[in-house]
């Protein structure tokens, strides 16, 4: 069984995780693009009991487009999001594949809100492709 290790930038807040995601996903919506400082988003869930968190964490939530709320969980030091939890989706922790650092990461297997998707990204062809 595969352990994994996502953590802030500087280390404080980490989150150790065993086993393989059960959806890697990409997301294009503006408040992705807002969060992560990029053009999308992409995310690993886990169920929530394969995943301990260690640290200290600053929580902001925000309402979806589709009404429900997410909270994220970023490090009060350096600013870096390492987890979050998803309302409706209580049995699961949510990772950005980036926290992570690892190349070899899954390739995301669902492509989300691709209306507002930059026009020169290229989602994996076999993924699906939600607008």
């Known amino acids: 069984m595969s352990i994994r290790l996502a ?4 280390g404080q807040l ?18 992705c693009q807002r969060r992560t400082g990029s053009v999308f988003g992409q995310q690993a869930r886990f169920p929530r009991e394969n995943v301990t968190v260690s ?10 487009d589709e ?4 909270t994220f969980h970023f490090c009060p030091q350096c600013g870096a999001t390492v ?3 998803a309302e409706g989706l209580e049995a699961w922790l949510t990772i950005p594949v980036g926290a992570f650092a690892d190349p070899g990461f899954p390739a ?3 492509s989300v809100y ?7 990204v290229i989602p994996p ?7």
């Open 55 to 64: 640290g200290t964490s600053t929580r902001y939530s925000r309402v979806g």
């Open 7 to 10: 953590s802030c930038s500087c």
């Open 83 to 85: 987890y979050y939890e």
């Open 125 to 131: 062809n076999d993924a699906e492709h939600i607008p």
């Open 67 to 70: 009404g429900s709320r997410a």
């Open 14 to 31: 980490s989150a150790r995780v065993t086993g393989d995601p059960v959806r890697v996903s990409i997301c294009h919506c503006l408040a």
């Open 114 to 120: 691709e209306e507002r998707m930059h026009g020169w």
């Open 108 to 110: 995301p297997t669902v």
